[in-house]
C-alpha cells in the first residue's frame, strides 16, 4: 500500500519527466546480493528470459530507458519467485537509480537493476 502511494506520488511529482520518451533495451544487466555471505554477482538477462540469482527465478518482462540518455535511468519489469515455488515473491517496475522505492522483500536475496542494455 504504502509503495503504490510511493509511485502514485513519483509520477504525480514528475509530469515533465513522465513524457519523456522512453526506449526498450534488448535486456538488462542485473545485481544480486547474498545478504547471508555477502557475495554478489552480475547478471546479463534478455527481455523475456528468466534466469537464476542464487535460490530466485528472475524473468525479465521488459527493460525501458530515456531514449534521448541510453546511460540514463533504466526502468525494468521483474518477476521474481523463490526456485520450486509458483509464489511469486516480487512482480513489478524497478528503477535502477531509486532501487528501495519498489524492491524485492526477502530475507535472504536481493536483486536489483543496474541497467539497460542498448543496441
Not at 528468466?50 to 528472475?58: N, Q
Not at 518477476?79 to 526477502?106: R, V
Request: charged share 15%.
Amino acid at each position: 500500500m504504502i509503495r503504490a502511494a510511493l509511485v502514485a506520488l513519483l509520477v504525480t511529482a514528475t509530469g515533465a519527466a513522465a513524457q519523456q520518451k522512453a526506449e526498450s533495451g534488448p535486456g538488462a544487466m542485473l545485481r544480486g546480493l547474498d545478504k547471508v555471505n555477502g557475495q554478489t554477482v552480475d547478471i546479463e538477462v534478455q527481455n523475456g528470459q528468466t534466469v537464476t540469482v542464487f535460490g530466485l527465478d528472475v524473468a525479465l518482462g521488459d527493460c525501458r530507458y530515456p531514449a534521448e540518455n541510453p546511460t540514463g535511468d533504466a526502468f525494468a519489469y521483474l518477476t521474481i519467485w523463490e526456485q520450486g515455488k509458483a509464489q511469486q515473491l516480487f512482480d513489478g517496475w524497478m528503477i535502477a537509480t531509486s532501487p528501495a522505492l519498489n524492491a524485492l522483500d526477502h530475507a535472504r536475496y536481493d536483486v536489483w537493476v543496474i541497467r539497460c542494455m542498448t543496441p
